[in-house]
């Protein structure tokens, strides 16, 4: 049996469609929307509610915990849970200077655990990466001189830790110099 391959509908058709709609029958597909799809309700309920301090805090307490357990003995230390909160932050529309907190504290948290833990290859390229995104995500949003002093002090716990990739990380920090040529 052959699968109906579904084309995308175009955002102008989109457009069209529910111009030609009453305002009745739009509220209605809104709301059935909601209750089918979680990504909709999550996102409604977050442009009508944001509570974005309390979600960060939130999450912050669960990447702790990854590294730092309050009720079983061993970390899990998996990065990835990190990674989606701010893939997640990011699709909502955060406040950008909230989720750059988060990217610096998921540094230091990271960083702190593999002072006393002895990490592999891939956390050091993951938290490569982590850094990276977060550098540029705070330059494009302006907010690299407020989280200076902490990049450069992560930056130097990375050389004390004799990290893997060091002259990647080292590269990185010209993008703030740069930044502050500007």
């Known amino acids: 049996m052959k699968s109906i391959q ?3 509908m175009s955002k102008t058709a ?3 469609y529910l111009a030609e709609l009453k305002k009745k029958d739009l ?3 809104i709301l059935d929307l909601y209750g089918r799809f979680p990504v909709v309700k ?3 309920d977050f442009v ?3 509570k974005e301090e309390q979600i960060i805090q939130e999450a912050k307490r669960k990447v702790s915990n990854e590294y730092f357990p309050l009720r079983r003995k061993r970390a899990r ?4 849970l990190a ?3 701010i893939k997640h932050f990011t699709t909502l529309g955060m406040d950008p200077f909230l989720l750059g907190e988060f990217m610096i504290f ?8 593999s002072k006393n833990q002895r990490v592999n290859e891939g956390f050091y390229k993951s938290m490569l990466r982590s850094y990276k995104e977060a550098i540029h995500y705070l330059v494009l949003h302006s907010l690299i001189n407020e989280f200076r002093d902490r990049i450069l002090l992560f930056y130097k716990g990375t050389q004390q830790q004799d990290w893997f990739f060091q002259e990647e990380f080292g590269q990185l920090l010209e993008v703030i110099e740069m930044n502050e040529q500007r």
Request: aromatic letters at 16%; a positive charge; zero cysteines.
């Open 42 to 44: 999550t996102y409604y």
């Open 27 to 29: 509220e209605l597909q």
């Open 48 to 50: 009508f509610n944001p």
């Open 6 to 8: 579904r084309i995308p």
């Open 83 to 85: 990674h989606k909160y």
């Open 77 to 80: 230390a998996r990065r990835s």
């Open 106 to 113: 998921n540094l230091e948290t990271a960083q702190r655990y």
């Open 14 to 16: 989109l457009k069209k």
